[in-house]
């Protein structure tokens, strides 16, 4: 459970603005206030967490209204489920290794003490990208990211079990040298913004990549894919979003990274 004011610091945003944005239901819902006067506190899964930090940014940093922002998360709640699952990792343990594991994993160590600096990571993070203020793209890497930390977690354990292991010292490293190599995402139209609503995208052209508004070449032109065929796109990291919040509603120090956001 956290307070209103412990989530407007959380997300470095005015108590009073931020009102606007938990006033929607996708938010709302989960506010509780024991007596007028006392403290608002709203129960937050891990994905409804993720949600709210996604449409913080969304508002934010692309510039979309509050309302919208809220719509977003509340038609597309796969969105903060998905980030979640590298925020709050779980791993199936068995009960005898549980016991010996009260901590929940954390195998990117994002949640380090000094790990403050906030810096995109390659192989987990996931996008939102507003195209020409209206059109909007769920990206994310093509290897599922909880795949990889459930190995790279996996691998941590193996080395923690046996330092003289070195097949298993060896993997880890190369695992690890690896995080930020370039990935290969897959992308999901999410829909469309029109007269301040957000529209969801019907779900048989989710997958097409092609702008929905293009009429500047054939459909099959590699001029009317989304790389080649739009005036303006903001790209908002949303798994970072997310990182950084959970950092400093823990009481984690945040240092901002002035980091290119790849394309």
Not at 68 to 78: D, L, R
Not at 90 to 115: K, T
Not at 230 to 253: D, E, F
Request: glycine fraction near 4%; include cysteine; aromatic fraction near 6%.
């Amino acid at each position: 459970m956290l307070s209103q004011s412990q989530i407007s610091e959380a997300l470095e945003e005015d108590v009073d603005a931020l009102s606007e944005l938990l006033a929607y239901p996708p938010f709302n819902q989960f506010a509780r206030q024991e007596h007028d006067g006392s403290t608002r506190c709203l129960t937050l899964s891990a994905a409804m967490r993720a949600n709210l930090s996604i449409a913080h940014a969304l508002w934010r940093q692309a510039k979309l209204s509050s309302e919208v922002a809220a719509q977003v998360v509340s038609s597309c709640p796969q969105i903060g489920a998905s980030v979640a699952a590298i925020t709050d990792f779980e791993h199936n343990q068995s009960p005898g290794l549980a016991s010996h594991h009260h901590e929940r994993p954390d195998p990117f160590r994002l949640f380090d003490p000094v790990a403050d600096e906030m810096l995109p990571m390659q192989v987990t993070d996931e996008y939102l990208d507003l195209v020409d203020d209206r059109f909007l793209l769920w990206r994310r890497p093509e290897v599922e990211p909880v795949v990889t930390a459930a190995n790279l977690h996996a691998r941590s354990r193996r080395v923690a079990s046996d330092p003289h292991d070195c097949v298993a010292r060896q993997e880890l490293l190369q695992q690890l040298a690896g995080l930020n190599r370039s990935v290969c995402h897959d992308r999901l139209w999410l829909g469309r913004v029109a007269d301040g609503t957000f529209l969801p995208q019907a779900h048989d052209n989710g997958k097409d990549d092609r702008l929905p508004s293009s009429v500047f070449e054939r459909p099959s032109s590699a001029a009317s894919t989304l790389e080649m065929n739009y005036r303006t796109k903001i790209s908002v990291n949303i798994s970072l979003a997310a990182r950084i919040m959970k950092r400093r509603a823990l009481g984690l120090k945040v240092r901002i990274a002035n980091a290119p956001r790849p394309w």
